[in-house]
């Protein structure tokens, strides 16, 4: 198992940035897929984006163009830089390691909250 620990979340207004940080512990990241996911509330857990340990990236149509995933295997991170954020982006924020492209394999963290005004 990895521990997950996300930061990085706030309030911003529509059109602005975040950007999100993953830290992982317990093993290292570099071979596995890993993605973050959302939920909104009264709403289910929805994937966001992955990064493949080759260097693919897969992004949910939603937020194609707006976000941008990246990892640094040498730290154990992984980030999310969101930018022109929407009111509809307003949600907890997780990251997982992944098998099949969008299984998780690992506890889910505690997230981090983002919430965009408009």
């Known amino acids: 198992q990895v521990q997950l620990v996300e930061s990085g979340g706030g309030l911003v207004q529509a059109g602005g940035s975040l950007r999100l940080s993953c830290a992982a512990s317990?093993?290292?990241?570099?071979?596995?897929?890993m993605g973050w996911f959302r939920q909104a509330p009264g709403q289910e857990r929805e994937f966001v984006a992955n990064?493949?340990?080759?260097?693919?990236?897969y992004y949910a149509d939603s937020v194609k163009g707006r976000f941008t995933i990246s990892r640094d295997n040498a730290k154990n991170m992984v980030y999310l830089q969101m930018n022109s954020l929407k009111p509809e982006d307003t949600a907890v924020y997780y990251c997982?390691?992944?098998?099949?492209?969008?299984?998780?394999?690992?506890?889910w963290g505690q997230g981090t909250q983002v919430t965009v005004s408009s």
């Open positions: 990064s493949w340990s080759a260097g693919r990236t």
């Open positions: 317990g093993r290292t990241i570099s071979g596995y897929i």
């Open positions: 997982n390691r992944l098998y099949s492209g969008i299984m998780p394999l690992d506890s």
